[in-house]
């Protein structure tokens, strides 16, 4: 903090904030740093002092196929889920932004709603729903479940952007010849771009994450999260911390591209054709 | 219709729910000219502007463009360019690719397309910023950026919102030669609205005043300052000192107004009914001071002095009139250098007969 030179500024002050925000950081991200530490422990009880460095337990889930499977439907139901989240939330924004009708607040709190609903009642729910219309059980069940809580984190983000344009950027389109699919494809989307993305990966990390709504309609088709479950069922091991680590890398990675673009310039490079 | 009518406003209302934008508008716009349209915020100039890009429906009425309704024409399939207030630059293109737009946009080939653009980058002197980003230009340059943008496709009128109003004031008078120019080089019809009475006065041709959704006068800048068809106008450019009256006829042939303030005779032709109402202006500019009562002259009144105002080359200064009324006087320093201008001083205001202008409607 290079705040010390500023009249208006009181160090002390200054420093209890740092103080703050270290310790808070630190609250947060101990249990991930510890299940971090100790993946990579010999150890097969997370004890202190420390056993020898090892990576005895990455091993291991990589010979799970268990592990292997999990993975898979992870990465297919998130990759999936993003880009359908995305398109949606994209359309409900964008609906936002241009028309205006009567009933537009309740359109808008519908739309941002399924995240605030508990998540064992979205489960149980989903579960009833998708297995009275007999899609229950499989990889589409965890997709469509996981689209309903994903679209409204795109649909806001998008918007955000949407709400940063300004309001004469369309018309001008339109005013030069474009019309209005071709605004959209030249205009709209280029502009929108950086949330476009930032959506994407956001999404298909909290689609990664998700573990309740997943655990009561994944039937066979387990994501990750709820095969860990299984094997903390079973038994303890540092196998968890190791699967726990991958996971959390992988989200981060994304949730920080995300970030980088949605906090940049803004720019992307030019629709060329 | 006139020949050169290149486009008309027939009896066109606008309205936004229960609100009349634009009442009963008939009016055109010559080929070629440079038309100002002017006015306060909400009278109506941006709606007006915004109906002939077709970014507004008419509500009553028929919009003809070279003679052809437009009415119904989106306004994409319309050559009828803007230059928008923000100007609405495209931020994710470079300054060429800005320029390119709306080539791109009506399908003209790439080579094509970049040939024509260079030609606009050179004639607005931009070239040099060709592959920059909109963020790193000024806002000159960006300006010159919109004007390529718009013109690009050659249109036969050109639509400008308050392109300047974001400038600071020595760029502002720069661009103006520089637009001024470019309408007399290209002969593409500009139609600029504006709320600056000097953007419009020293770019237009003609000016359109508006107030309240409805057109007050059309003119040449010189007409409309010298005389004003309604108090409206005369208040609204706020240069001549107006007085209030009832009309007589003159014992010389003339005109007589009887105000508060006296009975004024003018020059003008007796059109009107004696007996009726009437207010008449004289410009600031015509209006002289005096330490002594001046002979042979009815047009004269005194007024205690309250102020003075320096505006460069000339000052104004401000006196009051029995009754309250303000008057101004403008001169240059010259001529203001013999009197004794201090305030709470009397002075006589007085100017010539031929110099008041009467409008009939009080």
């Not at chain 1, 540092?238 to 989200?251: E, K």
Request: proline content about 5%; some cysteine; overall charge neutral.
């Amino acid at each position: 903090m290079n705040g010390s030179d500023d009249l208006n500024r009181n160090r002390a002050v200054d420093w209890a904030l740092m103080a703050y925000i270290v310790l808070a950081y630190a609250f947060v991200f101990a249990p991930i740093a510890a299940s971090f530490v100790f993946s990579f422990n010999s150890d097969r009880f997370p004890s202190i002092p420390l056993g020898q460095f090892s990576l005895d337990w990455y091993r291991a889930i990589a010979m799970d196929p268990l592990v292997w499977e999990g993975a898979r439907n992870t990465l297919f139901v998130g990759v999936i889920v993003g880009v359908v989240s995305t398109a949606l939330g994209f359309g409900a924004a964008y609906t936002d932004y241009r028309y205006m009708f009567t009933g537009k607040q309740v359109y808008l709190a519908l739309a941002l709603l399924p995240p605030t609903i508990p998540v064992i009642i979205l489960g149980l729910a989903m579960l009833a729903y998708l297995s009275r219309i007999s899609l229950s059980g499989n990889a589409l069940s965890v997709i469509i479940s996981h689209v309903v809580v994903c679209a409204p984190f795109a649909m806001a983000i998008i918007r955000l952007r949407l709400s940063q344009m300004d309001p004469a950027l369309e018309p001008a389109a339109w005013n030069l010849g474009a019309s209005e699919w071709k605004t959209m494809r030249h205009v709209i989307v280029p502009f929108t771009m950086p949330a476009i993305l930032g959506a994407l990966f956001i999404t298909m990390a909290v689609s990664f994450d998700e573990f309740a709504v997943a655990w009561f309609v994944s039937g066979l088709n387990e994501t990750l999260p709820v095969k860990v479950l299984g094997f903390l069922q079973g038994q303890v091991s540092p196998r968890i911390n190791a699967i726990g680590t991958f996971v959390f890398i992988l989200s981060m990675t994304l949730v920080i591209l995300a970030q980088l673009l949605l906090s940049g310039r803004g720019a992307t490079p030019a629709d060329k054709e | 219709m006139s020949r050169d009518t290149l486009v008309s406003f027939e009896g066109v209302v606008k309205r936004f729910g229960n609100f009349l934008a634009v009442q009963k508008l008939d009016f055109e716009i010559r080929k070629g000219e440079f038309l100002a349209i002017m006015g306060s915020s909400g009278c109506g100039k941006t709606t007006t502007l915004r109906m002939l890009a077709g970014l507004e429906a008419p509500s009553e009425g028929v919009i003809r463009l070279a003679g052809k309704p437009i009415n119904d024409l989106p306004t994409w399939s319309r050559d009828t360019p803007m230059v928008w207030q923000s100007l609405a630059l495209f931020p994710f293109l470079n300054v060429r690719e800005n320029v390119e737009f709306a080539l791109k946009m009506r399908g003209v080939g790439k080579v094509e397309r970049r040939r024509r653009a260079e030609q606009w980058l050179d004639r607005m002197q931009i070239t040099e910023f060709a592959e920059r980003n909109i963020s790193q230009l000024s806002g000159g340059q960006r300006q010159r950026v919109a004007l390529a943008r718009s013109l690009v496709v050659e249109p036969e009128i050109l639509l400008l919102d308050e392109p300047l109003s974001a400038l600071d004031a020595a760029l502002k008078v720069r661009m103006q030669s520089v637009l001024k120019n470019l309408q007399r080089e290209t002969g593409i019809t500009f139609v600029y609205v504006t709320h600056s009475q000097s953007e419009a006065f020293s770019m237009a041709d003609r000016v359109v005043i508006m107030s309240r959704g409805k057109i007050e006068q059309i003119g040449t800048p010189q007409e409309i300052y010298r005389t004003p068809r309604s108090r409206f106008v005369a208040e609204f450019l706020g240069s001549s000192n107006i007085f209030q009256g009832t009309l007589e006829r003159g014992d010389r042939g003339g005109i007589v107004l009887d105000t508060p303030l006296g009975k004024f005779e003018t020059g003008g032709p007796a059109v009107v009914q004696p007996g009726s109402a009437a207010t008449m202006t004289v410009l600031d500019t015509k209006t002289h001071l005096a330490t002594e009562r001046p002979s042979g002259t009815r047009n004269v009144f005194s007024a205690r002095m309250v102020g003075e105002e320096f505006v460069g080359a000339t000052a104004t200064i401000y006196l009051e009139a029995p009754g309250g009324q303000e008057i101004r006087v403008q001169k240059g320093h010259d001529e203001l250098a013999g009197l004794p201008l201090e305030i709470g001083r009397e002075l006589f205001i007085h100017w010539d007969p031929s110099d008041g202008h009467v409008i009939a409607q009080a």
